[in-house]
């Protein structure tokens, strides 16, 4: 069975360095490849990594002259994956993901074996922080749940261009958020529910696992409608327009060191939000309209 590791890059080489060198390790008899999409750099790490691993034919490297955002640059490193390598597994991941599990792809692949009918699986992805962070949802949210959030996204977005108060709200929503993903992590940590496995979730974005049940079907990974952010929430509404089957395999396990986000507006904190609120709201709209529409017809 022929699996292929995609990883999307952009411009932090040491942390692609990590999570390529821990897929190196991989002690499987199954043949193992590994894709990286350059995300136009631009700082020339992509080159750099291209020209270190040179040696190795089984890493590949697609260098992107723009970045194309999260969709669409996992999309590359997918089809390269089907349609060239002609693998059977597709396992679409951040560059600051590290799979230390050496037996990794050999329990992926019995895994996939033993649920034909699924066709994409999550792994529990553990954050340097310790917080499991899939599943990312247990059901999509109504109609009336998005436009509130659509509401409050765009109110972040009028309110995040005011001075000195945008800094303040900053402040208080780091805190806000810091406490609502520590309740959440505590639930699941004192019910054990990252222990389970489970079906039909909605799976995190940061290692999403792509079955032939998938991939013989579908010439995406994400659909391609946004640029980054809440991509998951559109997949989701497509699996189930699909009938797609999911499952969250706990026995799966990858570290997520969280730092591709922070990359993106070096260490300012309020640049940062103002980034992901416009991105945000691009992206909810996307999935409202594309519900209302309900049609997910796509190319890339």
Known sequence: MKIAYVILHYQNKEITIKAI????????????????VDNASGN???KELLKLYSSNDNIIFLLNEIN????KGNNIGYQYAKNILNVDIIVAMNNDVYINDSDFSKKLAKIVND?????????????????????????????????????????????????VLNKLICNQLNKREKNILQKKNDKM?????????????MLHGACVIYTPTWTKKENMAFLPYTFMFAEEYLMYDYIQ??????????TLSVEHEDGATQQVQ???????????????????????????????????
């Not at 194309?68 to 969709?71: D, E």
Request: with cysteine; glycine share 6%.
């Open 115 to 163: 649920n034909k009918n699924i066709a994409l699986i999550g792994p529990d992805i553990l954050s340097y922080k310790g917080e499991h962070q899939n599943p990312l949802e247990f059901d999509a949210k109504s109609n009336i749940q998005m436009i509130v959030w659509i509401i409050k996204v765009v109110a972040l977005r009028i309110l995040f261009s005011v001075p």
């Open 21 to 36: 060198n821990c897929l190196l390790k991989q002690g499987s008899v199954h043949e193992v490849y590994i894709v990286v």
């Open 44 to 46: 020339g790490s992509g």
């Open 189 to 201: 940590m004192k019910n054990k529910e990252y222990n389970f496995t489970k079906y039909n979730v």
């Open 266 to 300: 070096a260490n300012n904190a309020v640049k940062k939000r103002k980034f992901f609120y416009k991105n945000e709201m691009y992206s909810l709209i996307q999935i409202f309209c594309h519900r209302i529409r309900g049609k997910y017809e796509y190319s890339n």
């Open 241 to 250: 327009f699909k009938q797609y089957k999911t499952l969250y395999e706990p």
């Open 68 to 71: 194309v955002g999260f969709a």
